[in-house]
């Protein structure tokens, strides 16, 4: 990708406030760029920004940009009433659920799956929000959201290849303000917290958040949370900035699979739970589940000028965390196998040996089996750092900025994974609960030793008079990872050292319309754990292609992007679904590798109508498929959204009202992978997925009414029409049913 494209995210303009400085200060519509770094704010509308950072490096104009980027403001995350990190998200272009819920979420950008743990950065650094993964917990202390859209070898080398995420935290303010926020509601729900933001001095801020959930998530069960966040920050005379923070976390959640698909249903069907399940069955084989975490992370940031034309970036952190894992998985038939012949699932029958792979009936019997997992992680521990400088020139008909920096990261953690046999029980009631049984025999026990470094040098020019920008960038990365474990005595090492090259051209053809082009490359160093394995799967490697088209309306009011881009990924990583078998096998078996082609169209709208009306629409339509032709599990290759918010005024100030739409199409519920044994030479037959998971149509009503400077309450309505619709899949077996109809409350009083 292009250097700066990291983090500035935004199909369209939005306000990237942190938090007002008191209650009733307006928004700022200018700031004094000191350096850089800093991001300077635009009060063009409530969802558009002018400039946002590149997780922590050098700011950029989102106009100029010859990425896709995305910047969710803190207004519109407060508008939306969002619960996790994805619920802001689906209204952009690109992004969609992917195979996992609570405790876990997961979604995918361009089809491409991102996690807490890979593909998401923290204030610019690959350092996890909190312990568990389930980012809806930290949202008391999350102020802005930025993705950049596909390969980015400079902010993050080793993410996936679809994009990356940067969580931006919430930081001291130079002046006294302060709010508590309470919510309840009927799923997944009840939280609180309290935002305490003070000048100690003035040149000394602290800010104390404080934030916990005790909730029901549906079909989920039990979640609870306590998130604290601390932070210092000095301003020097010069305008620089120092701040020292530190986040707390701990979560102890159930970890439902789901409920079971009805056996009826094969590849050519749309899933549907298994007819006469209950949710409570659902929640009675997850009591034995449960994942518990615990985090620290401490981070030290540094922006200032150094000259009147040098500026630096300084950040360093450290985090450590534990977490337990328990996962029962429910492992029986549903009377169904793959037709050799066609490579389809097909319900109700099984096949013989070759040649003549007879077909022979079978049932579908509610009484399973099921393994029980128990994966523990010793406290790990990461370092990481980044230090980036700016300089920059200007003259009457160009300007340029040349950044150069390194950053280097060290993880090591250490697993020890038990299995436990489970009584048989009938997944229709869930009864009896699963139990562990006996003392478990180990499965798997691993030590990692990850180490990596990436140095970068990236040049930007405007020329013509500043309408022509051209950029040019190159990152060397340097990644060791070393493992270690009970099913291989001999070290893994792998160490992969690769130079990516990145460019791309922007052309203004008018004040309002700008064509652009960007060339990105990247790679993520894995372990396949695979005996005598090729040379090159040691790593994947990516390169995109992206070409589009940026407009403004309304003097700038208005911004939309018309983009096209083209992925290729090699040595994908495919979970191997024997893995899920009871009992399972001893060591696991190793993933499987595969290579895939994404290319497709996205388009994004984001806007102020008018001074009370806000609005973002978006659609998405592509292809991500594997060298078959298949599509990938859980990648929805068509999406799309609109929101519509209004911002009363005058006899209507105080009155806010939004409405949403959320479409996502079709998925596969698993990947089909490799060839059947009906294959030959000259007719290759392909495994393809077993069930679709079927398109949803969600809509989203929020209302809310501040009837002073103080207090403010908003209702918010999610799936209003009450869609009944699959949420997620987790394996062939089992998916995780959408949330009904869900009224909530959020009650604020600000100080």
Known sequence: MNWLMPFVLATGPAVALAQPRTPTAAASTETVKLNPFEVSVDSVGRYQAAESTSGGRVAINLQEATQSLIVVTSDLIGDLGALTVL???????????????????????????????????????????????????????????????????????SAVPGGTINIVTKKPQFSNFGSATMQVGRYNTDQASVDINRMISPNLALRLISSGTRREDYAVGDIRGFDQLSALTYQFKSGSKATLQHRYNWTNALNSQGLFIDPSVGTNDRAFVLKGMPISAALNYSRETGRKARQHALMFTFDGRLTERLSMHLAVAANRDAST??????????????????????????????????????????????????????????????????????????????????????????????????????????DPAPMFVGNGSPRVETWNRNQSANLYLSEVLKLLDKRLVVNVSLAHNWAQIRTRSISRPVPYYSQPAILFKNYGGLYKLTKNVSLYYGHAESAQPQNPDIPNRPADLDRTSAVQNEAGAKINFMDGKIFATVSYFDIKQNNFAVLNQLNYTVPPPVPPLPSLYLNRVAHGWEYQVNGTLSEQWSTILSYTNFRNRDPNGLPIRSTAEQSGAAWFHFHGKERLKGFGFG???????????????????????????????????????????????AWNKHWKASVFVDNIVDEEYIKAATRRTTVIPGTPINPRLVVSYSF
């Open 325 to 430: 894992t328990k996962e029962v998985t429910p492992s029986g038939t549903l009377g169904g196998a793959y037709d050799p012949r066609t490579g389809l699932y097909t319900p109700g029958f099984t096949y013989g040996p070759a040649p003549t792979f007879t077909p022979r009936p079978t049932q579908f019997n509610p009484i399973v089996n099921a393994a029980v997992i128990r994966d523990s992680g010793w406290p790990s521990k990461q370092f990481t750092a980044q230090n980036d400088y700016a300089y920059q020139l200007e003259g009457k008909s160009f300007e340029s900025t040349t950044m150069a920096g390194v950053q280097g990261n060290l993880t090591e953690t250490h697993t020890y994974g038990t299995s436990y046999t489970v009584p048989a029980f009938n997944i229709l009631t869930g």
């Open 659 to 705: 409405v949403g739409f959320v479409y996502q199409g079709e998925s596969p519920g698993d990947t089909g992978t490799g060839l059947t044994a009906a294959t030959t030479p000259t007719n290759p037959i392909p495994v393809q997925a077993s069930f679709f998971v079927p398109a949803s149509r969600l809509v989203n009503i929020t209302a809310s009414y």
């Open 87 to 157: 619920d802001s998200l689906v209204y952009f272009a690109g992004m969609s659920r992917s195979s996992k819920s609570a405790p876990d979420e997961r979604f995918s950008i361009r089809g491409f799956q991102v996690t807490p743990q890979g593909g998401v950065l923290t204030d610019g650094l690959p350092i996890p929000l909190n312990a568990v993964g389930n980012l809806s917990f930290q949202g008391a202390a999350i102020d802005r959201i930025e993705v950049s859209l596909g390969v980015d070898s400079i902010v993050s080398p």
